[in-house]
């Protein structure tokens, strides 16, 4: 699966060349990518790795149990012909072929076969291609049958990793900053520490919160402290009962976390990436509460001359409604929140400091933003 939860499949059937089309799966295994479409004469390529082939027949693919059907769409004739026979009943995917109009036809062919349980994928030969394809119908097609341009093997590795950056959702995140109210501990709990198979950077971290609507950006420990080493791998992700968010815009429980499973990645100037979970490591330790709100234009880093409650105070007076939002992580000198000035430490967090956050409306279900009255009591 790719990073989003998107399927990725190479063609490998395409060269004539015996040699190209195997260097073209050992290509894809090495690229991540875990099924290839291939002739059936190729059946013992299946010995270069731990890969799933599809053989193709004709338009009929087929292996592991599953079938499908590759719709060459050269008329609207041809359209009509694939969605009004039952294909549905016969096979269990449906693979749009290239072709100089695929977006009308892959939105038709999403809307018709996803409601029947019938997975959908598209030929794609560039990010670009592959990222329209994801979000076809917002929804977006179940998986993507890559094509190599000109079946060059070397060029697969680059096309593969741009195409998980396009499906991780690398667009920049828009953060917020908030001004930090309250910092106390609450005592022993489970936290997780997120150990993925990605070296970070400082300014790079998770996305975690108490609330699904706002998620702090938790940085990765990727800086010396002076007593540990650094772990440049590893996020300190807090409390198991907290939703971090993950590729495709979902969000998971911590608890529910484990290897393999995909993550998302954030910088500080909003560009995210995706990861690949090694472990989890759940454990008992000291927590804290950290209790923010959205900064106003009067809030500054060095502002002493007023108290919070004070500030607060004035806002309540003004009429001003206030949103909280609050995070619980483990209380540990290597726990690192950023903001505008950086990543400060939680045992360094005093009220007054700015950190940075994604914030949104609605609520969610099952990890999936809807739009609905929800109220997160933190």
């Not at 917020?176 to 106390?184: A, C, D, Y």
């Not at 995070?327 to 000035?341: D, H, K």
Request: proline content about 4%; some cysteine.
């Amino acid at each position: 699966m790719a990073e989003s939860g998107m399927k990725l499949w190479i063609r490998a059937d395409l060269p004539d060349d015996r040699e190209t089309r195997k260097e073209l799966v050992i290509s894809a295994l090495e690229s991540g990518i875990r099924s290839a479409v291939v002739r059936p004469e190729d059946a013992d390529l299946s010995s270069v790795g731990k890969i799933d082939l599809y053989f193709i027949s004709g338009n009929v693919i087929s292996g592991n149990g599953a079938s499908g059907i590759l719709c060459e769409l050269k008329s609207p004739e041809d359209q009509k012909k694939i969605l009004d026979d039952d294909v549905s009943a016969r096979f269990s995917f449906v693979v749009l072929g290239r072709s100089d109009m695929m977006i009308i036809p892959l939105e038709n062919m999403i809307a018709h076969f996803r409601k029947k349980g019938t997975e959908v994928f598209a030929v794609a030969s560039s990010a670009d291609e592959a990222a329209v394809f994801s979000q076809t119908l917002e929804c977006g097609a179940d998986g993507i049958l890559i094509e190599t341009p000109e079946n060059d093997p070397s060029a697969l590795p680059g096309l593969v990793s741009d195409i998980r950056r396009a499906l991780s959702g690398s667009v920049s995140e828009q953060f917020s900053t908030l001004r930090i109210t309250s910092v106390r501990p609450v005592g022993m709990g489970d936290r997780v520490c997120i150990d993925t198979c990605t070296m970070m950077s400082p300014g790079e971290g998770m996305l975690i919160g108490s609330q699904s609507s706002c998620l702090f950006l938790i940085q990765s420990e990727s800086e010396d402290s002076g007593y540990v080493a650094p772990r440049p791998f590893r996020v300190n992700a807090g409390a198991v009962h907290s939703y971090i968010l993950v590729p495709g815009g979902k969000t998971k429980y911590l608890s529910e976390l484990k290897a393999g499973d995909p993550v998302l990645i954030a910088g500080r100037s909003g560009k995210t990436d995706a990861a690949v979970i090694g472990r989890c490591k759940t454990e008992r330790r000291p927590l804290i509460l950290i209790e923010a709100c959205p900064a106003g234009k009067d809030d500054s880093i060095d502002e002493k001359n007023d108290s919070i409650a004070e500030r607060n105070d004035h806002r309540k007076d003004a009429g001003e409604k206030q949103p909280s939002f609050s995070v619980i992580l483990q209380n540990a000198e290597t726990v690192r929140m950023i903001g505008p000035e950086g990543a400060v430490s939680v045992s360094a967090l005093r009220e007054g400091c700015l950190v940075y956050a994604r914030i949104e409306n609605g609520g969610r279900h099952f990890g999936t933003a809807v739009e609905e009255t929800i109220r997160e009591t933190r």
